[in-house]
């Protein structure tokens, strides 16, 4: 097994862990299934699949502040949200979401995190210690 830890810094605080969930692409919270945590967006990267359990590592987010909150309060309330989330261009409005819903969450991550890590990783993400360590079989 491979492990490598990267420096980040907090949005929420938390640690948790799971596979890691990679988009590319913008995610709206509100594009996704609530009762299934599967990404419904036609044409998006991650169309089809499910982010529920998974340490999803986001671009961005799109979409106001009610859709992202109302999107990502539906998925969490039923148990079928991301565990934690890596936000690489973190945006007010996705920041907010991830404040209110306490999920933990990370942004300023070292630069090579991103074109290193891929789906279906192990991530445990440490964001009070700011810390995220990926493991690769």
């Not at 419904?40 to 859709?67: D, F, P, T, W």
């Amino acid at each position: 097994m491979i492990t490598k830890n990267f420096k980040c810094e907090a949005i929420a605080a938390g640690k948790a862990a799971g596979p890691a969930i990679v988009s590319n692409e913008a995610i709206c919270f509100y594009l996704v299934e609530p009762e299934s945590g599967v990404v419904i967006e036609q044409k998006h990267v991650l169309e089809g699949r499910s982010m529920s359990g998974h340490v999803l590592v986001a671009h961005a987010g799109k979409g106001s502040s009610v859709v992202q909150m109302d999107g990502l309060f539906k998925i969490a309330a039923r148990g079928k949200g991301p565990v934690a989330v890596v936000l690489r261009n973190p945006d007010p409005v996705f920041v907010s979401a991830l404040l209110v819903m306490e999920l933990p969450s990370v942004y300023n991550v070292e630069e090579d995190f991103y074109s290193y890590v891929q789906d279906g990783d192990m991530v445990t993400v440490d964001a009070g210690g700011g810390n995220i360590k990926v493991e690769r079989q």
